[in-house]
């Protein structure tokens, strides 16, 4: 009859109790997406992940200086023999082959939707200005201190190899140790793990999924 048709629609099936349990258990353990977005407080990545996380993207560095070792091999023989180099056309190059390369890897990564480098999305780890994702301009800032005393570094052996500002070669060299030094220690002695490049582009690097610490 009507009635009962009407009484029929107005009763939908709805799932047992057993299945609602289980629904609410999958939606629980499911592993949340690599999103940049984290809780308020941001949660500070652990020292391990952190540690791993800097091997791989090494290894990436390291291919990429590999790949231009190999191309310096091929076209040696077609560079010209004798004369001296100059110093300004080497720094240039060794910013333009060496550093820029490494510094885009690490903005591109690190500003995508991932908010990581690849050693961070192994990790489960995410570069962030909390609670929100970081600014492009924020990473940008964040890898060119975070790159600084490399390029320092390379501004010093390309004078003690060509023999030349000897005295400011030592100078780029200290402080590329010393910016070094004062990263690690900031690190260190943060509540957040914050290095140098992270207090001063305002950024955090936290743990999402499995890496983040349980609360007690």
């Known amino acids: 009859t009507s009635e009962g048709m009407e009484e029929w629609e107005g009763n939908e099936p709805t799932a047992s109790p057993s299945h609602q349990r289980a629904a609410r258990r999958r939606h629980e353990t499911r592993e949340p997406e690599m999103t940049g ?3 308020a407080d ?3 990545a652990p020292w391990p992940a952190r540690v791993i996380a800097s091997l791989i993207d090494y290894l990436v560095i390291v291919a990429w200086l590999l790949v231009l070792t190999g191309l310096g091999w091929v ?7 004798g004369g001296s180099l100059n110093l300004v056309l080497v720094d240039v190059v060794v910013l333009l082959f060496t550093v ?3 510094w885009l890897y690490l903005t591109i990564s690190e500003a995508a939707a991932a908010s990581a480098t690849l050693g961070k999305r192994v990790r489960r780890l995410i570069v962030q ?3 929100n994702r970081a600014h492009v301009a924020a990473i940008a800032l964040r890898n060119v201190v975070k790159l600084l005393p490399w390029q320092l570094a390379h501004l010093a052996v390309s004078r003690f ?3 030349e500002q000897v ?3 030592i100078a780029f060299d200290i402080l590329a140790i010393a ?3 004062v990263t690690v220690a900031m690190a260190v002695i943060d509540r957040r793990r914050r290095a140098l490049h992270d207090r001063v582009a305002g950024t955090v690097v936290v743990a999402i999924g499995s890496d983040r610490p349980r609360q007690s």
């Open 100 to 102: 820029l390369p490494v």
């Open 75 to 81: 076209i040696r023989p077609y560079m010209p023999s």
């Open 161 to 163: 190899i060509l023999d």
């Open 179 to 181: 910016l070094a030094l």
């Open 37 to 39: 977005q984290v809780d």
């Open 167 to 169: 005295g400011l070669a």
């Open 129 to 131: 200005s909390n609670p």
């Open 42 to 44: 941001g949660t500070p």
